[in-house]
């Protein structure tokens, strides 16, 4: 099954990939200033980014401008798995985010809650966002080339 969605993407036309590229970008620039996996004055990180945090940035911001590229070509169909891009988008910036920087989290359990018990739960948040957005893309693939499943 893998495969033939990787066929998929080999398919889609060149105008796909010259939105997908810089999609990604925007997605990684979007992600990387808040959470400061990209190094801004705008914000600090009060934990160290670990090699959790870059893989699950860059996997999401990949599949982010993936995504986002499939929404600027043109059908004609009503736009579907909108939900799961934003569920997608918003974890993947509590995954890779700083625990303690994280406000809602430090209201929630304090800074040390936030240490103890949300910190351990960033990797597995990362994989629920990055299954969101796999998701998301398969159904945006299908919506754009027309495959529908044989049930």
Not at 66 to 93: D, N
Not at 95 to 124: D, E, R, W
């Amino acid at each position: 099954m893998v495969p033939a969605r990787l066929g998929q993407l080999r398919q889609l036309p060149v105008q796909y990939w010259l939105l997908a590229v810089p999609s990604t970008i925007a997605a990684g620039v979007l992600t990387g200033i808040p959470t400061a996996i990209i190094p801004n004055p705008l914000f600090t990180r009060m934990v160290p980014a670990g090699p959790l945090n870059y893989a699950f940035w860059a996997v999401t911001s990949v599949l982010l401008g993936l995504v986002a590229a499939t929404y600027f070509t043109k059908s004609h169909a009503p736009m579907i798995g909108e939900g799961k891009v934003a569920g997608g988008g918003i974890l993947s910036i509590l995954a890779v985010g700083c625990p303690v920087c994280n406000k809602i989290v430090v209201l929630a359990l304090g800074a040390s809650g936030a240490l103890t018990y949300f910190a351990p739960l960033q990797p597995l948040i990362g994989l629920v966002s990055v299954a969101l957005l796999v998701y998301a893309l398969r159904l945006r693939l299908r919506q754009m080339t027309g495959v529908c499943p044989v049930r």
